[in-house]
């Protein structure tokens, strides 16, 4: 699975400096660090609690009495006690049996996020590790250096393990990464280029780096960066589909949604298709015409549709923003310096919206499939060639411009299928119920890159039917799309290769060029 940045997030989101504190990070942060490069440093005031927790700490190591993860091996063997002298061994032991994933290696936008977003909650003094820890970590993600992090390994439970393993053993100098330029040299090289000494992890530290949310957590915070533009450009080819569909814009208006329904993301979707089809001589002409009493589902549904998804990503911001605000590790310090076992590693509260947001990407994708399929029948499509061909029978037009879509919103379909109601018992059955986060992440990160690409399709066939309502014009916010669309795809015409045209449109929905054009004429979206 590949996936890369969205949109405009890489204009607007600028590279000013992240400080890391006890309070955490906003999710702005994370996407700044993990996909822009902003450098990161710790607040001193983090630094300084993170001391005074790990000198509480070594006290408890030094005492008699047996700790968790500090003074015992971990999982099974909770109960086994580990001599001082050996300690150091345990540690390293860890993280290099943890390292064990297998498969492609995954983005660095996702091995960025989860090295900060551990950093983060190692910044909040309630894991117990040296400051020296955080600071590496830190280190580590403003050399550019990036840890090789494979894509199976982790069950979502007792924190992304192996994902976090390979993160955790280039701080000790071991383990395989990429330089700044993405190319994979030596471990010791790249950090002593850096001028990064490798950690030597003490009790508690290697449990600390790799008992997290982290990876999935950091996937879920991108995807909805993400789906927030992808929802407005649905709301975009929606509009657009109308008018080449000669529909009515009547179902849009406010009074029909907010007053008789009230999800907010319908209403908001409404008013966006209506914003950018105001003033539309299309829709002018077909309501003087008024031959149709109403549109299909896949028109006159969209806000029904579009909406849902839009109040699915608000619950799972919701869920993402208390994500952030929590400090993940097993045995956590608590405030009046008790070290206690816990399962606020368990991922589910995040796998669940993580496959919520893979069912909601699937429908979008399936019903902006079933507008571009109507612009191609001849049957359905009120006056259009069929296929919108120059020349049908000679040219094929957008026929398999339209296969490639159900083929992208059969694969959507099969994603959406929840990872998060599997369980694969683990570790002797001392770790029996897992939540599978991880696996639904991978796949929400495949879903997102197939709806812009299904939209992009919708977008290109829209945008070639209005042409072919000439001299009848469309919105000017449409119009605008239009335009910056044909700077880089051809209008109407014979068959072309039609591959770049669909590239094309789907770079213009990635930098947000497409969606600008209509922004600079009707003001933001919703």
Known sequence: MTSQPASRTASSVARQPVTLGTDGLTATDVLSVARHGAPVDLDPAAREHVAAVRAHIDALAAGETPV???????????????????????????????????????????????????????????????????ETMLALLNAGITPIVHEYGSLGCSGDLAPLSHCAIVLMGEGRARDRDGAERPVPELLAEAGIVPVLLEEKEGLALINGTDGMLGMLLMALADLDELVRTADLTTALTVQGLRGRDGVFRPELHAPLRPHPGQAASAANVL??????????????????????????????????????????????????????????????????????????????????????????????????????????????????????????????????????????????????????????????????GWHAARKLRTSVENLRRVLAIELLTAARAVDLRAPLQPS???????????????????????????????????????????????????
């Open 275 to 436: 914003a950018l089809l105001e003033g539309s001589p299309i829709i002018a002409d077909v309501a003087a015409e008024g031959s149709r009493v109403q549109d299909a589902y896949s028109l006159r549904c969209a806000p029904q549709v579009a909406g849902a998804v839009r109040d699915t990503i608000t619950h799972a911001r919701t869920v993402a923003e208390r994500e952030l605000a929590a400090a993940i590790d097993n045995p956590v310090v608590l405030e009046d310096g008790t070290v206690t076992s816990n399962g606020n590693f368990h991922g589910a509260p995040v796998a669940y919206v993580l496959d919520f947001l893979a069912i909601a990407s699937a429908d979008l994708a399936s019903i902006a499939e079933r507008r571009t399929d109507r612009m191609l029948d001849k049957s359905r499509s009120h006056g259009l060639p069929p296929f919108l061909a120059d020349d049908p029978g000679v040219d094929s037009g957008f026929m398999i411009a339209q296969y490639t879509q159900a083929a992208l919103v059969s694969e959507m379909k099969r994603l959406a299928v929840p990872a998060s109601v599997d369980s694969i018992p683990s570790s002797a059955m001392q770790e029996d119920h897992v939540s599978m």
């Open 68 to 134: 968790y993860g500090v003074s015992t091996g971990f999982g099974a063997l909770a109960d086994t006690s580990i001599p001082p002298s050996m300690r150091h061994a345990l540690q390293r032991s860890l993280i290099r049996s943890h390292a064990a994933g297998a498969g492609p290696e995954v983005e660095r936008e996702v091995v960025r996020a989860l090295m900060l977003l551990r950093a983060r909650t190692l910044a909040s003094g309630r894991t117990g590790v040296r400051p020296v820890v955080v």
């Open 476 to 526: 000017t916010a449409c119009a605008a799309v239009i335009g910056v669309l044909r700077e880089n795809v051809e209008g109407p015409g014979p068959d072309r290769f039609l591959a770049p045209d669909i590239a094309a449109a789907e770079e213009g929905l990635r930098d947000g060029s497409l969606l600008a054009a209509a922004e600079g004429v009707v003001g933001p979206l919703a």
